[in-house]
């Protein structure tokens, strides 16, 4: 049996429960994900913002429509998007603050409209462990979080990426906000 | 309030509740779940309301809260005042996965510079000290067709690396501009890049990362780019960085199957690979392989071979698209196995310039010793190997076939700490046992571990201090507080095998002497054949020879399994296939011996197997083969009359003729004589060779020289460094000690036999053995448990071994007085009885009968039976007398 040679394949193994797939399509998307966000920031006025959407879309047509598969598992896949681009923004957001390090780290406000371009990235970090630690008690918690925080997925995505109802991916976002505002203000 | 895990297992469900009720019911069903717990309620009413609340950090899409980060190159500002005490920045030249670019002026050396700074987010999972440390041992690099590295640095958390500015263009930009290149050109930007591989990968730093951008053209001539980038990013990526250097370095299409695995185990070939793609580019404007991702890349190459070039291009020279296409087999040992393997096939093919031409040949004249170190350096798996400038000119530098050791600390696992006092004691122990064999050369732990112990990683301590295979044992506890060694070689710091483990008894005294010892020897083997191996390649001009050579080598060892096995179907089928594949590499390599050594050598399992064929009849065809064996030997020696292997080979052939290629027994005293001559002028040539000094032995031992063959023998165990024939070197040792009247000596080589092989019913054999014939103690039920241990060890039924066996356990029985004297008669009437069958074997088993018989003071009957013997085959009487079997109880004077 030949290895999966591409993201739908390596999609129709995680459905089967591989986790190695997962690590083989993360890699993939990152590099999307970041050649996208280059594309569509060079294409622009600097100062432009990006659509957390459209960037998650864009990867999938990019990965997925390129193989001429057919397509099934487009939650599936945009749910992993979303970590992605998590990493993506973790990892940029590390090296903003690398010299920073060894410091008192600053506690950002975070129940504000705005984030300060220069704190954003500690902010970011900080949702980032809150989200890790969210995910140790409760896993499906942290994981509404990244798609819909994250990926920008509309909540009947995310319900299907994670096979439960709407109703319950409506409530386990409300649960996450609460929990996660009480962990980032402790 | 605080919220504990136990009041949220309580809440959850309750707050589930209440969220899924409508706001006008909450109030009813916020009392209903409270149960009249007033506070209760407040608490669960609060949670809900704080479930309910915006959160402005969560409400709206990261790209909008957090859009200051995906701004993703370094901010313009930052850079140039973070390196403007050295460089000043003119503009930026571009960008790539991996860094930014910019050209720069070099303050101090007034030149102009590009200064590549490590994208911050990448340089972020960076281990620096180990990226920079990666970097400066590239920045060694000294090629006309290698960019160097000026400098490269840390400030402020940025990584950099500094190269001259080289005008011109890149190998990619070209190839957008004009698509296919013309087939000269071709030719020189592939040898110019060849030369640049060739010199890297004989400093052992492989570039992982080949592609047309990474090639600039500059003038005439083309330079590569960045090396040792792309392995100080893989060599310094944390762990936790699935995002970064692990999966993404190197560039997806061009990268070699085994790449894209991500364990490390990539060594110079990858280049080779990644040049093949770039050639196959510039000669077709297209990659041999077009999947949309990496993955279905990587697939596809596993599936299938790239589309031949000439089918896309016809007047691409054949020899050219061949030497491309070989550079792209999915299989490393398939491959074109070095960048001066592809020069000289394009040398041969005529297809350089009449310079480059000549520089090649220059280069394959150089002294012997270079030009083996050489293509040595480049076979062997570069990354083990230091660059040439670290390497002190010592005289064992000189042995480019010797490979280094390094023993790494030796880790004691057991929950009471106990090991711990052996570790050191096993380390030292270990360097001393290693330390004499031939070919290897020991870098003891304190070379080591200075390294280590500044987290310095493997394969860059395997760089440093030329270690080829690091020793990795660790230490535990086993069934009855046994000392477990479990052992592990790593190959250049990267790819580990295990590599068994040594159990011993628990003792106090000399454990860490024996343990040493042991270790040692379970290792001598694996290293041995990794020597041979290397001593292989060094000879080898054509890799495809040498891969057939070696293919061969594996089919050999299949034969001898099958053989062993008596599975005389499966081992004509592997004889026969490494006859072909040998056959095969003398013709891509006619001036190469060691094919035909090989050939050699193989005669001899060829016998064996049409022994076992004709039931040991057919003595005309076993000779054949050996003469065909002997025959190629000969032609190897009037080529050079002075190789004392194809001496050894020789002789070890013609003994083996004289033995088995007539009915046993039968003149062999004087047949033997005829091998004599050429071990003899083996050993002349070289004493270090074991094979004809353990022949030798046994032609002694065959004249009735027992003491001789004794210390020949034992001569033979000290040389067989490898421990290639130890099997029968021991046993040799256990029968020539036991015919010399040493029977405690014989007893402890039967026993060394057994621990080392115990598979092996021969060990067995000489335990009894030395019991029924001997003068020590017998006793019945050892001899009956090693009866059952070899009948359980022999391949198949065998009637006359089990009917010999059955003899000396009646020996045993009658020396013991243990039973009576008619059942040991009983014993030895059944034995015979079984033995009928083997007919070339009669005239033995009377003497074995009479052996017996002597033994249980039947000595009528038993001189009765000698004297048949005698009559029937003096020669083989005289000889059967003077073995332990029959002496003392036989005259061997003719007048008896």
């Not at chain 2, 960045?226 to 970064?244: K, M, N």
Request: proline share 5%.
């Amino acid at each position: 049996m030949s290895a999966p040679s591409s993201p739908t394949d390596i999609l129709t193994e995680l459905r089967s429960g591989k986790r190695e797939s997962l690590d083989r399509l993360l890699p993939l998307l990152y590099e999307e994900l970041r050649a996208i966000a280059h594309r569509q920031l060079a294409a622009r006025d600097s100062g432009a913002t990006l659509q957390t959407t459209a960037l998650v879309h864009e990867a999938y047509l990019k990965l997925v429509d390129q193989s001429r598969a057919e397509w099934r598992d487009r939650s599936h896949f945009l749910a992993l998007a979303a970590l992605a681009m998590r990493h993506v923004l973790v990892d940029r957001a590390k090296a903003r603050t690398a010299f920073k390090r060894g410091g008192e780290r600053r506690r950002i406000t975070l129940d504000e409209d705005q984030i300060a371009v220069d704190e954003q990235p500690e902010a970011l970090l900080q949702l980032h462990e809150a989200m890790n630690q969210l995910a140790e008690v409760q896993p499906r918690l942290a994981q509404v979080v990244e798609c819909r925080f994250f990926g920008g997925l509309t909540e009947e995505e995310v319900a299907h990426a994670l096979g439960v109802t709407v109703r319950t991916v409506q409530r386990d976002w409300a649960k996450a906000r609460m929990l996660l505002r009480r962990a980032l203000e402790s | 309030m605080a919220l504990t895990p136990n009041d949220w297992h309580e809440l959850e469900p309750l707050i589930d509740r209440v969220l899924d009720t409508p706001h006008e019911r909450r109030a009813e069903i916020l009392a209903q779940l409270a149960g009249g717990d007033p506070s209760r309620r407040a608490k669960l009413e609060r949670l809900v309301a704080e479930c309910e609340r915006d959160f402005p950090l969560l409400d709206r899409p990261v790209t909008e809260r957090f859009g200051a980060l995906m701004h993703g190159s370094p901010s313009r500002m930052r850079i140039p005042e973070v390196l403007a005490d050295r460089y000043r920045i003119v503009r930026e030249l571009g960008r790539g996965g991996m860094a930014v670019v910019y050209l720069a002026q070099d303050l101090k050396h007034d030149r102009d510079v590009a200064v590549k700074i490590v994208q911050p987010e990448l340089a972020a999972t960076l281990g620096r000290v180990r990226f920079l440390r990666e970097i400066a041992i590239a920045s060694k690099l000294k090629h006309p067709h290698i960019v160097p590295l000026f400098d490269s640095g840390e400030v402020d958390d940025w990584l950099f690396y500094v190269m001259p500015y080289q005008e011109g263009q890149s190998l990619r930009e070209r190839l957008k501009r004009e698509g296919p290149l013309p087939v000269a050109d071709t030719i020189g930007i592939l040898s110019d890049v060849c030369d640049a591989l060739a010199h890297a990968h004989q400093q052992g730093i492989v570039h992982r990362d080949i592609k047309p951008d990474n090639i600039l053209l500059a003038g005439r001539h083309a330079l590569v780019t960045d090396f040792g980038v792309a392995r100080a990013l893989t060599a310094a990526s944390e762990q936790d960085v699935f995002t970064t250097a692990g999966g993404i370095v190197g560039t997806a299409a061009y990268m070699a199957p085994e790449q894209g695995l991500g364990d490390g185990a990539v060594d110079h070939r990858a280049d080779i690979y990644a040049l093949g793609v770039t050639a196959y580019e510039m000669l077709t404007g297209v990659r041999p392989f077009v999947g949309a991702t990496p993955p279905s890349q990587r697939a596809e190459h596993a599936e299938k071979a790239a589309l031949d070039l000439t089918r896309l291009r016809s007047e691409v020279p054949p020899a050219l698209a061949t030497v491309v296409m070989q550079c792209l087999e999915a299989r490393v040992a398939d491959r074109l196995q070095s960048a001066d393997a592809i020069l000289e096939a394009l040398g041969e093919a005529q297809l350089l310039t009449h310079t480059r031409r000549q520089r090649i040949h220059a280069v394959s004249r150089r002294s012997a010793v270079g030009a083996t170190a050489a293509i040595l350096l480049v076979a062997a798996g570069i990354t083990s190997l230091v660059s040439q400038s670290d390497r002190a000119p010592s005289p064992q530098s000189a042995s480019a076939q010797s490979l280094g050791i390094g023993i790494l600390p030796v880790r004691a696992v057991s929950p009471t700490g106990d090991l711990e006092w052996l570790s050191t004691g096993l380390e030292n122990e270990l360097s001393k046992e290693l330390t004499g064999v031939p070919g290897l050369e020991v870098r003891p732990t304190e070379t080591i571990a200075a390294h280590l112990a500044n987290n310095w990683s493997l394969d860059s301590v395997a760089h440093a201090r030329n270690v080829d295979y690091f020793v990795r044992a660790t230490l535990s506890r086993g069934e009855r507080d046994s000392i477990v060694a479990t052992l592990e070689l790593i190959e250049g710091g990267l790819r580990s095998v295990r590599a068994g483990s040594v159990n011993e008894p628990p003792r106090a005294e000399n454990a860490v002497p024996l343990l040493g010892r042991r270790v040692a020897e379970h290792l001598r083997p694996m290293l041995g054949s990794r020597v041979r191996e290397r001593q292989l390649e060094s000879g080898a001009r054509n890799a495809l020879a040498l891969q057939r050579r070696r293919r061969a080598d594996h089919h050999r060892l299949m034969a001898r399994t099958h053989l062993d096995k008596a599975d005389l179907t499966a081992a004509r089928y592997s004889l026969d296939t490494a006859h072909t594949l040998l056959v095969e590499s003398q013709r891509l390599d006619p001036t190469w011996t060691a094919p035909r050594l090989a050939r050699a050598a193989l005669s001899e399992l060829t016998a064996l197997l049409r022994l076992h064929e004709s039931r040991g009849q057919d003595y005309t065809r076993v000779q054949a083969v050996f003469d065909a064996g002997i025959a190629v030997l000969d032609t190897v020696l009037t080529q050079s009359p002075n190789d004392a292997v194809a001496l050894a080979l020789r002789g070890r052939l013609r003994l083996q003729r004289a033995l088995h290629g007539r009915p046993p027994h039968i003149g062999v005293e004087q047949a033997i004589s005829v091998a004599e001559p050429d071990l003899r002028s083996a050993i002349g040539l070289d004493s270090t060779l074991p094979g004809p000094t353990a022949d030798l032995s046994q032609i002694l031992f065959q004249r009735g020289n027992y003491v001789e063959a004794a210390r020949y023998a034992e001569r033979a165990y000290q040389l067989d460094a490898y421990m290639e024939g130890v099997g029968g070197i021991i046993g040799r040792l256990a029968t020539s000690k036991f015919e010399s009247g040493e029977d405690s000596q014989a007893a402890f080589w039967c026993a060394e036999g057994r621990r080392r092989e115990p598979a092996n019913p021969a060990p067995f054999a000489c335990l009894l053995e030395v019991m029924a014939w001997g003068s020590g103690k017998a006793s019945p039920d050892s001899a009956w448990l090693y009866f059952r241990e070899i009948r359980n060890r022999l391949p198949s039924a065998n009637e006359a071994a089990t009917a010999y066996f059955s003899m000396t356990v009646a020996a045993v029985l009658a020396r013991a007085r243990a039973v009576e004297p008619d059942s040991v008669r009983a014993v030895v009437r059944r034995a015979r009885d079984a033995a009928t069958g083997a007919v070339s074997q009669r005239d033995d088993f009377l003497a074995y009968e009479a052996a017996v018989l002597f033994r249980l003071s039947d000595s009528l009957q038993a001189a009765a039976l000698f004297a048949q013997l005698r009559q029937r085959n003096p020669a083989r009487a005289q000889f059967l007398a003077q073995r332990r079997l029959l002496r003392g109880f036989v005259r061997t004077d003719s007048s008896a």
